[in-house]
């Protein structure tokens, strides 16, 4: 059973930037996609990127492409998104989750271990 530990939310005032990571328990990181989705009061979980398994291509939300980069270290078990000049509408608890193969789609589904969340609050 995989473990997903997020850190590096917090308040931010809007066009500032933030840097999420989320660590993995477990020698299988390496193995699987990961994405980051996000989920505002009294909205569904959406979808904010993912990466394959070796880093060789990433996806994002259409919406957020070009102010979000996701990335990832195996060597540490670590999976980041860097969030840039972000806005009053980013504010969401964040989630990061493990992918159900090597490659996933933007689908909930996709993915089948997730992280307990990280807040991120962008004021105006």
């Known amino acids: 059973q995989v473990q997903l530990v997020e850190s590096g939310g917090g308040l931010v005032q809007a066009g500032g930037s933030l840097r999420l990571s989320c660590v993995a328990s477990g020698r299988t990181f390496s193995s699987y996609a990961m994405g980051w989705f996000r989920q505002a009061p009294g909205k569904e979980r959406e979808f904010v990127a993912s990466i394959t398994w070796n880093s060789g291509l990433t996806y994002y939300s259409d919406s957020l492409k070009g102010r979000f980069t996701i990335s990832r270290d195996n060597a540490k078990s670590t999976v980041y998104l860097q969030m840039n000049s972000l806005k009053p509408e980013d504010t969401a608890v964040y989630y990061c989750?493990?992918?159900?193969?090597?490659?996933?789609?933007?689908?909930?589904?996709?993915?089948?271990?997730w992280g307990q969340g990280t807040q991120v609050t962008v004021s105006s």
């Open positions: 989750a493990r992918g159900r193969a090597g490659w996933s789609t933007k689908a909930l589904a996709s993915f089948d271990s």
